[in-house]
């Protein structure tokens, strides 16, 4: 499995209204370190299929809910919990960073 792109049409129904925890990507085309990030998470996207799922919303064409969640500095990844963000993390980490973070969180 690898992320899915959200985007505010779908933003409620594929993260608020989700069974299981959301990790989103806040991220955009022109963001190197976004680029980097990015197969890291369609790993953990894939090794934690069933317990958390894994979002891409591209701040570009997405503005509002990058400015509902503070957005102020890409990649960030904030994990959303029963419809309610649990927590941010800012910039590129290494996979087992995340993934410990992710199941701290959740």
């Given at each position: 499995m690898v992320a899915k792109n959200v985007s505010q049409t779908s933003f409620d129904s594929e993260v608020l209204q989700?069974?299981?925890p959301v990790l989103v990507d806040f991220w955009a085309e022109w963001c190197g370190p976004c680029k980097q990030l990015s197969p890291t998470?369609?790993?953990?996207?894939?090794e934690m299929e069933g317990k958390v799922t894994i979002a891409k919303v591209n701040i570009d064409e997405n503005q509002d809910i990058?400015?509902?969640?503070?957005?102020?500095a890409i990649p960030m990844l904030a994990l959303f919990k029963d419809g309610e963000l649990a927590g941010t993390?800012?910039?590129?980490?290494?996979?087992?960073?995340?993934?410990?973070?992710?199941?701290?969180?959740?």
């Open positions: 989700s069974s299981e998470l369609d790993e953990i996207a894939a990058a400015v509902k969640y503070g957005v102020r993390q800012v910039g590129v980490q290494p996979k087992s960073r995340l993934v410990s973070w992710i199941n701290d969180t959740i």
